[in-house]
């Protein structure tokens, strides 16, 4: 898809609404940096906290349950006592690599340019 | 730069750190909306409040501000009576291509992909 053609009418709506989609799943402060806290693979609850800085339990929690609710991320408990509960990603996180690595690109490339105009 | 393969912790951060700025500079609920409500050429508060659905002009007003603070957006004056002020993106708004790109692929697979499932 080349979103430099000039789109019609509609197919900018659809456009949008694919970029706002993207968006609203992987925007906010804190959802990114879970997926790449979860990269190296399966974490426990406290462990995930303390790989982000500055997030508290409560919003975590909130993240994970809405990545879990979208596919992104998979709740395993292994049932043994004391009860052990890990996150992961899924297969279909992955996905959003391409969208990670463009993003990664040009926000670095920005940094460059506001470094050189400092 | 491949996501994929594990980065060192430091590598890591900067990745982060990059696509931190990235979310930060495009990320919320209106940004691309106005970059892309530009898109076909400039335009004049009046006509981009009219092209992005349910913006107030208090909002519109800030974000055009930040947008042109961080180079995507150019606010020109034509010094007539009465005096005319129209917004058009910068050549810089064009680096962001990529990433619109990616955003709008993963979004519109996402979208078929939860339609599928319903």
């Known amino acids: 898809m080349d979103i430099d053609t000039r789109p019609t009418t509609e197919q900018c709506t659809g456009l949008l ?4 989609d993207a968006l609203y799943v992987i925007g906010g402060k804190w959802k990114l940096r879970v997926i790449v806290a979860l990269r190296g693979g399966h974490k426990r609850f406290n462990e995930i906290q303390r ?3 500055g997030i508290s339990a409560r ?5 994970l349950k809405e990545l879990e609710l ?3 991320v ?3 408990v292994h049932a043994q006592t004391p009860v052990i509960v890990e ?3 899924t297969g279909y996180a992955d996905t959003l690599s391409p969208v990670l ?3 990664a690109d040009w ?3 920005h940094r460059d340019k506001l470094r050189r105009e400092r």
Not at 17 to 20: A, F, P
């Open 17 to 20: 609404n694919s970029m706002g």
């Open 51 to 53: 790989a982000i800085d």
């Open 59 to 63: 919003v975590l929690s909130s993240e």
């Open 70 to 72: 979208n596919g992104f």
């Open 74 to 76: 998979k709740r395993i």
């Open 87 to 89: 996150y992961q990603l």
């Open 101 to 103: 690595t463009s993003l």
């Open 107 to 109: 926000g670095a490339m």
